[in-house]
Nanobody, 127 residues
Framework: QVQLVESGGGSVQAGGSLRLSCVSS????????MGWFRQSPGKRREGVAA???????VYADSVRGRFTISRDNAEKTLYLQISSLQPDDTAMYYC?????????????????????WGQGTQVTVSS
């Protein structure tokens, strides 16, 4: 059974940086799409960034230029480098994965595009 385990969250001041990690167990991630989503209290879960088998990436407008998604296929690990953090970035961050090869278009896929999810890692940004 596939497991996705996130780490790297924490409490930081505005302007700070964090690197989130998501380790996959169970299968290779080299050809699948993976993404990061986030959910704040009282809000719907929203897509943040995604990456495909060619390492093509797409980002939400709210994070473009501040967040960078990347992957290490050998380590089966997905990363999200987040910088210039703002209080509005406070949320639980989740990684998600497809189960088959995919190539992204120009927009972030919706939640239901990804069947496998991690449990999340909390990011809290104080002003």
């Amino acid at each position: 059974q596939v497991q996705l385990v996130e780490s790297g969250g924490g409490s930081v001041q505005a302007g700070g940086s964090l690197r989130l990690s998501c380790v996959s167990s169970g299968y290779s991630i080299s050809s699948i799409c993976m993404g990061w989503f986030r959910q704040s209290p009282g809000k719907r879960r929203e897509g943040v960034a995604a990456i495909d088998l060619r390492s093509g990436s797409v980002y939400a407008d709210s994070v473009r230029g501040r967040f960078t998604i990347s992957r290490d296929n050998a380590e089966k690990t997905l990363y999200l480098q987040i910088s210039s953090l703002q209080p509005d970035d406070t949320a639980m961050y989740y990684c998600a994965a497809t189960r088959s090869a995919c190539v992204l278009g120009r927009t972030l896929p919706p939640e239901n595009y990804f069947p496998d999810w991690g449990q999340g890692t909390q990011v809290t940004v104080s002003s």
